[in-house]
């Protein structure tokens, strides 16, 4: 039960880091004018910073 | 496209949809649980995604670039959240048959019906448009299906109603939801067909998404970075890369994530299936990140489609219909044809669960306790038919009543801007509901005032400037405020301008809201119903382990009126079923047996809420049972008990503690034993050694005396003077051993007198004036002429003067000052030498018993290592003081202080 509780503690953990990667200001660092692999810059850092929490939230769930 | 080939398709989309709920349904009454699974629990979840996000967010992302985002991560952020809340609600909903969102609120404040018919209301308001927004979505593609390369968008609510494909989709749409969602009554309201068919079209929207995004991306264009460079080339689109630059444009984008977050636990769909639908807690588990991969994937190509769209697309083409115009532009009609039914699945999808979910809350919390209470329903009624042809009749309603929605309100309003306003309506059930689930002081009126208000400044603020702006009525409310109240005007309150208009709504509509159901709570008190109800939801985890609170009130109810309530609502075999499997639990064979008490009702009365809903239920049992708070006196009793309850485990902790302290003290008690059954080891080899020395010495001498008898005179007698000094050595030591022993058992006589310390130093100093003299060391004493006399034993006092002086002398290199001095009530004596002193860390440890200092002066203590530690006991059995004030290499003054005669010695000192 007490691991039950600690997953959950991470994963509200992880939901605060998410947070601050979706809002401002972080989200205004990644407003550039360019572009990486000809992927502008803000598109390819939000869906970047989802799929890590995604990837982050499946990785504590299932092995960690 | 011919028109046969679109209905065709269609109706076999909707054909398979069918069976695959009709499987589902074959399976689960086979006792086969088909949706099982935590993969198929994370995509019934997808309901989420409508036909607003399937051609919606592809328009928005055109107009805005990334604004399409924040309500699907928002449900992403949420989702980490949901291993605590998500299953805390399910578990919640499972214990106590909980069926809907308006149930649950309900049920936690009270079981009020007042509260569940509020929640009702808001959401049949709030969601109706939308389910207008999905027949719009479908009657739109059809249309542009049939009439392409017309690209003139079709004047909707123009068209007769026998043509509107709409029309017909809502009727199709209506009969499947009854014949799945609602073809028996069910105490879990369960449907394992349905969940099944979501699942299913949740892939089959997913899928048609990917297929035509990949064909975009890799189709059109040659991979992701050609479209993302031709689009740079062109200013208006190379701006969308950006974030929104409107003013506010961050502030906007928190708030939807925000109202995301609150829409995809409140939503009614998302509340049956997540909730209600649950088959098991685990599945949560895996959907927590299952369910956002799913998000992702699904908006991984609505920007690149947008891009292509403005690429390649006219500019006057409506941005919404990009997703399904494109594959047509380019002759793909397969493709198209696949995007029509994704489109298709995601309406229907929507349109089926939330009318199923919202016609539950209808029957159950608005219309069935109005019935009941009004006296309308006559006992010999079949009630579940009734509750279902009340239940079907809601679903068929609601569609309906979406599509007359649409048929009005036609182009007037725009398709995102109508999902927006539905999140905002349920966002008002946050602060109830999951304020609820965590604060117990949350109170019904505090929860009524909340949501009443916080939903009326929802209406004035989205909805009804919509209408007003589509020249319905009260025109220019927008622009003047009403009656040209100008800080009054809908879309900023107060002044509050700049924002968009769901940021805006959202801020003061939730904000009053939360702060309505605080203060409101918190200068409210809570009646018997809504304690309990508070503390069964927000402790649900601990009843677990310690079982339920007690029955704060008596219930009573004929055996009779209860079986025949069950029957009515549940038929004849459950309630039998139910009445067997309870009087088990309480351990009766027969039923009839039964008392029903207070307990007993409430199992009923949870029973008959997973059919009717817990305010029906409520209603319905009260109808026969007598109910009464417990009064004062049984109130105290049982706290009586429960007090004693607590008082005898506080009585246990204490006396586990003092249990702890005693083994503390024995386990010191027993260290301290063997320290001294260590230092008693030691004192006798010290001792022994210490005997030994002058025996063998006298044995020598005797020998040399017996074998040589020719020995002088002279040499003789200094052999005898030797021996005679040894064994007076050996008696002395022995005498003291002697002596310790006595004074330590308390055997020792004491002769008690008044008499002059000064005599006693003087007959010690004259005593031992020779071993001073030997050493060459000089005496100086300071005694008082006059001291005050002193009770004591004159031969114990003078044992410890002469010990301190032989000390003095043994250890002094020149010089030993004795001092007198009077105190206030006692008279001390300090004897001061010059030798090397003493370590502070001993000070203590020299007048332990058998301790000596370890050699730490090099040389070996001579003595027996009991002159201090007799003195000691003779000074403290006389009431006085003896210490030490020393440090090394310093001299040593021993000191010792003994009352004056005021102060008697101990008592029964003469044992």
Redesign the interface.
Known sequence: MNRQRL??QR??A??IV??LL???PI??LF?Q?R?V???????LY??LA??A??WL??FL??RG | MSLGLIILIGLAYIGALFAVAYYGDQQAARGRNPIDSAFIYSLSLAVYCTAWTFYGSVGRAARTGVDFLPIYLGPTLMAALWWFVLRKIIRISKTYRITSIADFIASRYGKSTLLGGLVTLVAVLGITPYIALQLKAVSFSFFLLWHFPTLETPQLNAIPLGHDTGFYVALIMAAFAILFGARNLDATEQHEGLVLAIAFESTVKLGAFLAMGLFVVFGLFHGPTDLFTQAAQHPELRALFHFNPEPHAYENWFWLILLSMFAIMLLPRQFQMAVVENVSERHVETAVWLFPLYLLLINLFVFPIALAGRLLLAPQVSPDMYVLLLPLVEGRELLALLVFVGGLSAATGMIIVETVALSIMLSNDLIFPALLRSGVLHAEQDFPAFMLRLRRAAILGLILLGYLFFRVTGEAVSLVSIGLISFAAVAQFAPALLGGLYWKRGTRRGALLGLAVGFLLWAYTLPLPLLTDAGWFWPHLTQNGPWGLHWLRPHALFGMEGYAPVTHALFWSLSINTLLYIFGSLWDTQSVLEHRQAALFVDIFHHVARGEPPQFWRRDASPLDLQTLLERFVGHERAQAFLESYAHTRGVTDWNRLEPDADMIEAVERLLAGVVGVASARVAVASIVTEEPLDIAEIIHMLDETSQVVAYSRQLEQKSRELEAATAELREANRRLQELDRLKDEFISTITHELRTPLTAIRALTEILYDNPDLSAEQRRHFLEIATKEIERLSRLINQVLDYAKLESGTLEWDLKPLDLRQVVLDALEATRHLFEEQGIQIQSELMNQPPQLVADYDRLMQVVLNLLSNAAKFARSQVVIRMQAREDALCLAIQDDGPGIDPAYHDAIFERFSQIPSSSSQRPSGTGLGLPISRAIITHLGGRIWVESAAGEGATFIFCLPLSSSSPQEGSNQ
């Open positions: 997953i959950g994963l509200v992880l939901a998410g947070v979706f809002n401002y989200l205004a407003d004018d572009t692999l000809g992927i502008p810059m803000l598109y939000l869906f989802w799929a929490l995604i939230m499946a769930i299932e």
